[in-house]
């Protein structure tokens, strides 16, 4: 599908699906949320299969209430960013802080181009 210049129709979408490592796919099932027309994803810890796949191939497909989005990942690290999409997690899932999730964890920025 074309990449959306609107993400608000993920957020009643609790999990989304995403495939790394394109040479041998690796699929799991994630939270996600839409911010605008930018998407992202968090990696509760960064030594995970599939974030370990990123970093060593951004091409990622993502798909979302069943529509397919072709896209690159890349590590959020700009702190105003982080806390953003950090709180858009917590309000989305009901969630606590986790106070620690930086130290180990990472949030991806998914973006149709690299």
């Known amino acids: 599908s074309d990449w959306p210049k609107d993400w608000s ?10 495939e790394t490592n394109p040479g041998d796919p690796y699929s799991v099932t994630i939270w ?17 299969r599939w974030a370990e796949n990123i970093s060593a191939d951004a091409r990622v497909n993502l798909d979302v209430d069943g529509k397919l989005y072709a896209a690159f990942a ?10 953003i999409v950090g709180n858009a997690f917590v309000a989305k899932y009901d969630i606590e802080r986790d106070e620690g999730f930086y130290e ?6 998914l973006s149709p181009t690299p």
Do not use: K, M, W
């Open 9 to 18: 129709h993920a957020e009643d979408c609790e999990n989304v699906l995403l």
């Open 32 to 48: 996600g949320v839409g911010l605008q027309d930018r998407f992202y994803i968090a990696a509760g810890n960064r030594s995970s």
């Open 74 to 83: 890349r590590q959020v690290s700009d702190p105003q960013t982080l806390a």
């Open 104 to 109: 180990r964890g990472a949030i991806y920025q």
